[in-house]
């Protein structure tokens, strides 16, 4: 019985050599390169710098009009003078200001997590004007 037992742990340790050295370093990358990737929220903004500045339309377009396209809790519709007008009042700076702070169900900066304090003013600007 020992000297099968033996014999088994001697097969197996010459089977596992033998394939340890089959594979080669590029199948053993293959193997455990990642599926996917992990985006953290403000990473981008480095990038996005780099990049050049972005219109307020495009801010707008990729951030704001998740709540401000259809007036979610109450946020001003784009371009909507009777939504933005009482905020107006308050003056363009403290409008700013509650954007990048945030202000009742806006979180600070809205949902851009890449924007500067500019980028926030250039989306405001993009939605109010003309009103």
Same mark, same amino acid.
């Given at each position: ?34 599926? #996917?990737?992990?985006? &953290?929220?403000?990473? %981008?903004?480095? *990038?996005a710098? +780099?990049?050049? !500045?972005?219109?307020g ?6 951030s ?20 933005w ?5 308050? #003056?363009f700076?403290? &409008?700013?200001?509650? %954007?990048?702070? *945030?202000?009742? +169900?806006?979180? !600070? ?23």
């Amino acid at each position: 019985m020992k000297k099968m037992l033996t014999l088994l742990l001697s097969s197996l340790l010459v089977v596992s050599t033998s394939f340890a050295l089959e594979n080669k370093d590029e199948d053993i990358v293959k193997r455990i390169k990642p599926v #996917g990737s992990v985006h &953290v929220a403000g990473a %981008a903004a480095a *990038g996005a710098a +780099a990049a050049g !500045p972005r219109s307020g339309a495009d801010i707008y377009n990729s951030s704001c009009i998740a709540c401000h396209g259809a007036g979610v809790l109450g946020a001003p519709k784009l371009q909507d003078a009777a939504g933005w007008a009482p905020r107006m009042e308050q #003056g363009f700076d403290t &409008v700013l200001a509650n %954007a990048i702070n *945030g202000i009742n +169900a806006m979180p !600070p900066m809205g949902t851009c997590g890449d924007c500067s304090n500019d980028d926030i003013k250039a989306a405001i600007e993009y939605m109010i004007e003309g009103i």
